[in-house]
């Protein structure tokens, strides 16, 4: 995609210089640069400590079996079952590990723990899920589509293929896709715009990695795995599946709206987390939280429902930033994919690592930092 933009341009791609009197040798230099700072920072971007780009090194194993086996621990996650039979692995489990730019570390901000089987909201926060899926409306199965990435292209500079082969647009692509519309709207040039996207890229940085220290030191349990233990043989009015409403189903075959869970634990939400961080950056950096975007869903436009959702024109319009943030948490609990506790303590989590990356940022701006 770089490449042919580059060459639409009249830019030469292959154009390796380092000429520090150049705009080319420029970039080159500093992309040369950032990669080597970042070099053996714990992501294992080229699996230098273990097999495979990107791999855990840490050891990390479920300790529950994929379905249809019963669960060992009702608190933990447990890996479903792929298309091909085989059951998920947990997604870069080591994360949480990896080198911050504002955080001290990735549990600096740790939240709380999530209910426990001896907690009164253990048992509610799946009955919670249940009553939401029950009573989902075309508008809330849309947010939940849309925060997905599903919609993504509506936007003309969107990515246009899933960054994960097999999911949507994940939150990182879709959030800076909204940085590019802020920077076009207040018409951001040069220095503007490289410290607007200096503090969106560490923001999503810094919240990965906090977001992975929490998912893998809980290590919580996903909604599809707690409701189908808790209600077993139980009958409950749910989601019945696409265009089927909602229906009288036995607990034991609820499905969340978003069909397939993500291949790692539940508490917190990453989207929460990464559009709250994003939020609190873009709204220091630009003064105020005014965002002003808005999305337009035609009749039977749904990914998941296209033979009957919506009804009527759907139009989903975000005037703040933090308002756009706390939909895309929202958005989890509709899809069925994340708890309560899980959006909004990801939505903590992600206004302290804004903050954080705001103020070190800061420090690099003023000149403290060099």
Same mark, same amino acid.
């Given at each position: 995609?770089?490449?042919?933009?580059?060459?639409?341009?009249?830019?030469?791609?292959?154009d390796r210089s380092l000429e @520090?009197?150049?705009?080319?040798?420029?970039?080159?230099?500093?992309?040369?640069?950032?990669?080597?700072?970042?070099?053996?920072?714990?992501?294992?971007?080229?699996g230098t400590l273990h097999a495979?780009?990107?791999?855990?090194?840490?050891?990390?194993?479920?300790?529950?079996?994929?379905?249809?086996?019963?669960?060992?621990?009702?608190? #933990?996650?447990?890996?479903?079952?792929?298309?091909?039979?085989?059951?998920?692995?947990?997604?870069?489990?080591?994360?949480?590990?990896? $080198?911050?730019?504002?955080?001290?570390?990735?549990?600096?901000?740790?939240?709380?723990?999530?209910?426990?089987?001896?907690?009164?909201?253990?048992?509610?926060?799946?009955?919670?899920?249940?009553?939401?899926?029950?009573?989902?409306?075309? %508008?809330?199965?849309?947010?939940?589509?849309?925060?997905?990435?599903?919609?993504?292209?509506?936007?003309?500079?969107?990515?246009?293929?899933? @960054?994960?082969?097999?999911?949507?647009?994940?939150?990182?692509?879709?959030?800076?896709?909204?940085?590019?519309?802020?920077?076009?709207?207040?018409?951001?040039?040069?220095?503007?715009?490289?410290?607007?996207?200096?503090?969106?890229?560490?923001? @999503?940085?810094?919240?990965?990695?906090?977001?992975?220290?929490?998912?893998?030191?809980?290590?919580?349990?996903?909604?599809?795995?707690?409701?189908?233990?808790?209600?077993?043989?139980?009958?409950?009015?749910?989601?019945?599946?696409?265009?089927?409403?909602?229906?009288?189903?036995?607990?034991?075959?609820?499905?969340?709206?978003?069909?397939?869970?993500?291949?790692?634990?539940?508490? +917190?939400?990453?989207?929460?987390?990464?559009?709250?961080?994003?939020? %609190?950056?873009?709204?220091? /950096?630009?003064?105020?939280s005014t965002y002003g975007e808005? +999305? +337009?869903?035609?009749?039977?436009?749904?990914?998941?429902?296209?033979?009957?959702?919506?009804?009527?024109?759907?139009?989903?319009?975000?005037?703040? /930033?933090?308002?756009?943030?706390?939909?895309?948490?929202?958005?989890?609990?509709?899809?069925?994919?994340?708890?309560?506790?899980?959006?909004?303590?990801? #939505?903590?989590?992600?206004? $302290?690592?804004?903050?954080?990356?705001?103020? $070190?940022?800061?420090?690099?701006?003023?000149?403290?930092?060099?």
């Amino acid at each position: 995609m770089f490449r042919d933009f580059m060459c639409e341009l009249g830019y030469n791609p292959d154009d390796r210089s380092l000429e @520090l009197n150049t705009p080319q040798g420029i970039g080159n230099l500093s992309a040369k640069l950032v990669i080597e700072q970042h070099l053996g920072d714990a992501a294992n971007q080229r699996g230098t400590l273990h097999a495979g780009n990107y791999s855990d090194f840490t050891g990390y194993h479920p300790v529950n079996p994929p379905p249809p086996q019963p669960l060992r621990d009702r608190e #933990r996650w447990q890996p479903q079952l792929m298309a091909d039979g085989q059951p998920q692995v947990f997604l870069t489990a080591h994360w949480g590990v990896v $080198k911050p730019f504002a955080l001290t570390w990735g549990g600096q901000f740790r939240p709380p723990r999530p209910a426990g089987q001896r907690d009164t909201a253990f048992q509610e926060q799946a009955c919670d899920l249940i009553q939401i899926s029950e009573c989902l409306t075309d %508008e809330q199965k849309l947010i939940a589509e849309y925060w997905a990435g599903m919609h993504e292209d509506k936007h003309t500079d969107a990515t246009a293929t899933p @960054l994960i082969p097999g999911y949507w647009c994940v939150p990182p692509s879709q959030l800076s896709r909204i940085g590019r519309y802020v920077s076009q709207k207040n018409k951001f040039k040069n220095a503007n715009d490289i410290k607007m996207f200096f503090l969106l890229s560490n923001a @999503l940085l810094d919240a990965s990695i906090a977001a992975w220290d929490s998912k893998t030191h809980y290590d919580y349990i996903r909604p599809v795995s707690l409701i189908r233990a808790l209600f077993n043989e139980q009958e409950i009015e749910a989601w019945g599946g696409p265009c089927e409403g909602t229906k009288t189903i036995n607990g034991d075959s609820w499905t969340p709206y978003m069909i397939g869970s993500p291949p790692f634990a539940e508490y +917190v939400s990453g989207h929460s987390t990464f559009s709250r961080a994003v939020a %609190e950056v873009l709204t220091n /950096f630009c003064g105020n939280s005014t965002y002003g975007e808005s +999305v +337009v869903f035609p009749p039977k436009s749904s990914k998941i429902e296209g033979r009957c959702t919506p009804q009527m024109e759907v139009t989903l319009t975000w005037r703040t /930033f933090h308002e756009a943030a706390d939909q895309a948490g929202m958005s989890r609990r509709y899809g069925g994919i994340h708890f309560e506790m899980g959006d909004m303590e990801g #939505r903590e989590l992600g206004k $302290k690592v804004g903050l954080a990356v705001w103020n $070190k940022a800061c420090q690099y701006f003023n000149g403290e930092l060099g």
